[in-house]
């Protein structure tokens, strides 16, 4: 079946460590997306690539990073400068207009 | 910037009718989406409006007026599976990367 698949759905972080949030897709786009999502709120754009080897910051960056190495994957990293990274985070892709979302991976904070 | 509002929350009863705003300001934009949301799922798409006028999928519609500033979302014959978060998002594409801008949802209780 093709679509956008992350991985873990639950992820804790210690103090000071970094993690990774995987997001795959065989959907043959060319364009993926992170967002963050806190409690009773829209979803905020962190990153973006709409090619391989190429990724732009959205609105809330800082503490994030990511890697767009293949077309099928865009792994983000939430790192320990992230100060209140507690909440949930879901993967895009998309070809023309339409993105199509991830189940989200649920981080928080040991 | 691109200022979207919509009502944090609402309460309709099951097989009413219920109409969801959403107000922007924006300098620009493609179009603008009506998602469905549940607690702890990812977005689900509803409605698509690149045009002024309104747009009719079963017991959704959605309506924009680009000169208003405005688009509201509406629900007929609403049944409980219809209690989620709907959040209205427009997508930037013109240099933008088409990434998509969100209000921050608009949460909807269906009572019996």
């Known amino acids: 079946d093709g679509g956008i698949t992350q991985s873990p759905k639950y992820l804790f972080r210690k103090e000071g460590q970094n993690v990774t949030l995987s997001c795959e897709q065989n959907?043959?786009?060319?364009?993926m997306y992170w967002y963050r999502q806190d409690p009773g709120q829209g979803l905020r754009l962190i990153y973006y690539?709409?090619?391989?080897?190429?990724?732009q910051k959205g609105d809330i960056a800082e503490g994030y990073s990511v890697s767009r190495e293949k077309k099928e994957s865009f792994p983000l990293t939430v790192t320990s400068a992230q100060k209140n990274p507690t909440a949930f985070y879901l993967c895009?892709?998309?070809?023309?207009?339409?993105?199509?979302f991830g189940a989200g991976t649920r981080l928080s904070v040991l | 910037g691109q200022n979207i509002d919509q009502p944090t929350e609402m309460t309709a009863t099951e097989g009413a009718i219920v109409q969801i705003n959403c107000t922007y300001q924006?300098?620009?934009?493609?179009?603008l989406f009506w998602y469905q949301q549940h607690a702890g799922e990812a977005p689900t798409f509803l409605s698509y409006n690149v045009l002024d006028g309104l747009e009719e999928k079963g017991r959704f519609s959605s309506f924009l007026s680009r000169s208003k500033g405005y688009s509201y979302l509406l629900l007929k014959e609403l049944q409980m599976k219809d209690s989620a978060s709907y959040l209205c998002?427009?997508?930037?594409?013109?240099?933008?990367?088409?990434?998509?801008?969100f209000g921050q949802g608009t949460e909807l209780s269906v009572k019996p």
């Open positions: 924006t300098s620009g934009f493609n179009g």
């Open positions: 959907l043959n786009h060319d364009a």
């Open positions: 895009a892709s998309s070809k023309d207009t339409f993105q199509y």
């Open positions: 998002a427009l997508i930037m594409i013109y240099n933008q990367g088409g990434k998509l801008i």
């Open positions: 690539s709409q090619i391989v080897n190429d990724f």
